[in-house]
């Protein structure tokens, strides 16, 4: 096992059922993400012989920067990891803070339409100490504190969900990597189960919808998964959430030049989210080698947002990032072809 997998109760009851007092897994969570030790040996107030069980019982070591590619505000990481699959992460620099796009798997089996990643077919799930390791493997590169984490790198988090809510769990914790949980930000195209499961978790993390289209038949042709959960099964599992946790849900919509741009598709989408405290976030979208899609021009992205606004709908327009360096939202791929 790697012990950034590990939560900070999980170790509490290793240390409990090896004999050993469990506040002894405060020190070493405080070795990992406060002094940022790279081995056991480096932990000099823990006892040898539980040194050498750590040993025993657990790795310490994380993925390789393969390479890094930067532009303005953004730094794009290729991570090897330890079987020679490779994943990316992105770092976007705010005038809020830092901000890290993190990858949940290896590939992704939702086939969105318009997304790079998905071309790459999910070869499996990223484990929470592969997760952790990007934030740990980011912050020491750059010398920086990471103060936000949006789940919405390579992968679909609700598919893998076990993981990251350890993930969630580890980064969260005050005692580990310390990033508050309204700092934290899950995305998902929909996958109606789990987002009630989110919901009864009562967690103050922030949850983002990906979206795309105001109904179904749209919404089928851009999203498999919409072909297995319904928007209004998608729609009815939102209203649970915010009725359980009392936050705010934001909705990611792509801008896909001719496709669901149109003011018919504004006013459609402004009747879906009516009433809901939900915010669509506006994204333009960044040209990849799907060439059935391409951007919207500002004036239509503009045209769109102000026909929510009329109709009350809390909208923002996304500042684009890193489509210099391939590394903007449906771009991350992690091919070590082309580059």
């Not at 919405?152 to 005692?175: A, L, Q, R, T």
């Not at 297995?228 to 998608?234: A, E, G, N, Q, R």
């Amino acid at each position: 096992m790697n012990i950034y997998g590990e939560t900070l109760e999980q170790l509490e009851k290793y240390f409990e059922d090896i004999g050993e007092k469990k506040f002894k897994a405060i020190q070493v969570y405080d070795w990992l993400y406060k002094k940022r030790v790279n081995s056991f040996d480096e932990m000099s107030n823990v006892k040898k012989d539980v040194i050498l069980k750590l040993k025993e019982d657990f790795k310490i070591d994380k993925p390789t920067i393969i390479r890094k590619q930067s532009g303005k505000d953004v730094y794009k990481y290729l991570f090897e990891l330890s079987d020679g699959n490779f994943v990316e992460a992105v770092l976007m620099v705010h005038d809020y803070g830092n901000s890290l796009c993190v990858s949940t798997q290896v590939g992704c089996n939702m086939g969105c339409a318009f997304c790079e990643s998905g071309r790459l077919k999910k070869r499996r799930d990223l484990d929470a100490s592969e997760m952790v390791s990007q934030i740990l493997l980011v912050e020491e590169d750059l010398g920086l504190r990471i103060s936000h984490v949006v789940l919405m790198g390579i992968g679909e988090p609700f598919d893998n969900y076990d993981n990251v809510m350890k993930f969630i769990n580890i980064i969260n914790s005050g005692k580990g990597i310390d990033i508050g949980a309204r700092h934290i930000t899950v995305s998902t195209c929909g996958i109606v189960p789990k987002i009630y499961e989110f919901a009864d978790n009562k967690l103050q993390v922030n949850l983002a919808i990906s979206l795309h289209a105001p109904n179904d038949e749209l919404r089928s042709k851009l999203m498999k998964i919409n072909k297995v959960y319904k928007l209004d099964d998608v729609m009815e599992a939102i209203k649970y959430y915010i009725d359980k946790t009392n936050r705010r849900v934001t909705f990611e919509y792509i801008m896909l030049k001719g496709i669901n741009d149109s003011k018919e598709c504004a006013i459609e989408l402004a009747n879906l989210l009516k009433g809901l405290n939900a915010y669509v976030n506006l994204i333009p979208y960044n040209e990849t080698s799907h060439i059935d899609f391409k951007k919207t021009n500002n004036d239509r992205v503009m045209e769109f947002y102000d026909i929510l606004k009329k109709n009350k709908i809390n909208v923002t327009v996304r500042r684009e990032f890193g489509s210099e360096v391939s590394a903007a939202c449906g771009q991350l791929r992690a091919s070590q072809e082309g580059k």
